[in-house]
C-alpha cells in the first residue's frame, strides 16, 4: 500500500464533512415548519427551504474549490503512476492501490 | 375544454423542431455510433454544460412538473418535500459518483451492473442490480406519458378511446426513431432546447401570475390556513414531520440509483464535471420549488370552480391544476410554449430511461446470458432494438392498464430501487462485505419494502413504523434499507467464515 502512505491521512478531504450542512438545514422539521416571519407575503416553510436549495447549492460550491487542491494532485499522482485516472483513485476501496 | 388553435401550432412547431433537433444530434461530436459507450453514453465526452442540462432534462422530468404542483394543490404543504428532497441529492452526488466515475471509465463499464460483477465478482448480484433496474424504470416511462397526455388533452384533443391516444402514440413514434438513429446525444441537445422553454414559462409564470393575482401575499392568503404548514404530530407519534424528513431523504438516496440518472452520470468527461454539476445543479431545484408553488397559484385562481375545466379535472384529477393555471393565465401562443416545454420534458427523461434499459439488458443480461461472444456492433444494434421495445412496451403499459397502477409502481419502484444502495455505496467505500450478504440484504429489504407498501395497499409509501410505544411515520424505502443495510452487516462476518469469498475480479486487475 505504496500509495495511501504517499497520498497522506483521509483528514485532507476534510472539507467534505462541511456537507452535513445542507442536511442540518431541514433536517429538523419543526424548526421551519411554521408561517411567521413571512417573507413578501410567503410563509417562512416556503421561503425558508427555498432559500435553503440556495445554502446548499453555496455549500456544495465551496467545498467543491476547497477539494480542487486536493483531487487536481491526486490526479496528477496518478498520472504519474501510469494511469489516466483522476480524483478518488487512489484511496480507499474502490480502485484499490493500484501499482 | 374548447380546442385551442394557435397553442396547438405553436405546441407542434415545437415538437417538429426538436424532432429535426432529435435526428441532426446523431452528427454532433460524430463517431462511431456502433459502440455501446458512443450510442448509449454520447461517447462519455459530455462537459460541465451539457451535462447540466442532460441531468438536469433526465432528473427534472414532466411528470414532475405536474405532479408536484398537483400534490401541493391537492395536499399543500406536504408536497413540498421534493424542495428538501432537492437539495439533499447534490452532497451524495459530489461524495460518491465521482468516484464511481472513474472506475467505470477506467475498465469501459455502461451500466451499474457492470460495476458490481466487477467488485464483488458475483453474477447472481449482478442480475439483482440489473433487474431491479429495469423493472423500476419501467413505470417510470409510463409515466412520462401521463404527464404528456395531460398537456395534450389540456390543449382540447379528446384522449379517450383508441383516436385520442393516437396524438401520444405520434409523439413516441417519433422518441423512438431519435433515439434508435442518434442515442444519448438526442436527449442531451434537445435537453438544452427543452430548459430554455421550461425556464422561460417559469420566470413568465412567477412574475405575471403574480401579477394577476395580487401578488405573492394574496395567493398565500387564498390557500386555506390547513394547507399552508404540516400539522403538528398529535399523541404518540412523529406525525407529518417524520413522514416529511424521510420522504425527502429516502427519495434522495434512490434517485441517482435509477439507471437513467447513472447512464446520465457516466455520459460525463470527468469525475470534475459531475463534483461542478452537483453544485450548479441547484438551479433546477431552485425552479422546482417555484414550480411546487403553482400549485397554490391555482388554488388562488380558483381553476377548481371554473367550469371550463370541470372536464379536466375529472378525467385528470389534480393532474390538471397547472394546465388549467396556464390556459387561465397565459395567452394562447404563450400556452403552446408551455405545454411544448412539459411535453419535450417527457421525450427527454423517456429517451435517457429507454437508453439506460437498454444499456442494462443488453450488457447484462443478452451479452451475459446469451451471447457472451458477440462483436461491439451486434451489441449496440441489440441496445437499439430493445429500446425501441421498452418505449412500445411503456405505451402498451399506458394505454392498456388503468393510470394508478403505473403510479403504483412507480411508488414500489422508489422501494426496490433503493435496495441497490448498499451494494454500490459499499462496494465503493469499502471491501468489508460479502458478496452473499449483500445479495441477502437485498431479498430482506425488497420483501420488508414491499410488505410495508402493500400493508398501505398500495397507494402510499407512508409506513407508521412503532418504535416503543413511538409512532414514527416514514417513507418505506427509507425503512426497508436500513433492514437491509442491517443484515448485510450482520451476515458479512458470518458468511466469511463459513463460505470462502471469491477475489473480487479489481483485485485481479491489480496484480496484471
Known sequence: ?99 | MSFDVTATIVFVGLFLFVTWVGFVAAHWRKADLDQLHEWGLGGRRFGTIVTWFLLGGDLYTAYTFIAVPALVYGVGAMGFFAVPYTILIYPILFLVFPRLWVIARREGFVTAADYIRFRFNSRALRLRVALTGLIATMPYIALQLVGMEVVIGALGFSTEGFTGHIPLIIAFLILAAFTYTSGLRAPALIAIVKDMLIFITIFAAIVIIPAKLGGYGAIFEAVPKAKLTLSPPAGNSLGNYSAYITLALGSALALFLYPHSMTGILSASSGHVIRRNAAALSAYSFVLGLIALLGYMAIAAGVGENPLHAGGFERYGANFAVPALFLDMFPSWFVGVAFAAVAIGALVPAAIMSIACANLFTRNLYKEYWRPDCSDAEEARVAKIVSLIVKVGAVVFILAIPQSYAIQLQLLGGIWIIQLLPPILLGLFTRGFHAHALLLGWAAGTAVGTYMAATRGFVSSIYPLEVLGLTVPGYAALYSVLVNFLVAMALSPVLDRVWPRREPLDQRSNRR
Open chain 1, 1 to 99: 500500500m505504496a500509495t495511501r502512505a504517499r497520498t497522506g491521512s483521509p483528514w485532507r478531504f476534510w472539507p467534505r464533512l462541511l456537507l452535513i450542512i445542507p442536511l442540518a438545514l431541514v433536517a429538523w422539521v419543526p424548526f421551519y415548519n411554521r408561517i411567521e416571519p413571512t417573507l413578501l407575503g410567503v410563509p417562512f416553510f416556503y421561503w425558508y427551504q427555498l432559500a435553503a436549495i440556495i445554502a446548499g447549492a453555496v455549500v456544495v460550491m465551496g467545498v467543491y474549490y476547497l477539494d480542487r487542491r486536493q483531487t487536481v494532485a491526486a490526479e496528477r499522482r496518478a498520472r504519474a503512476g501510469g494511469s489516466t485516472d483522476e480524483g478518488d483513485t487512489d484511496e480507499g476501496a474502490g480502485s484499490g492501490a493500484r501499482p
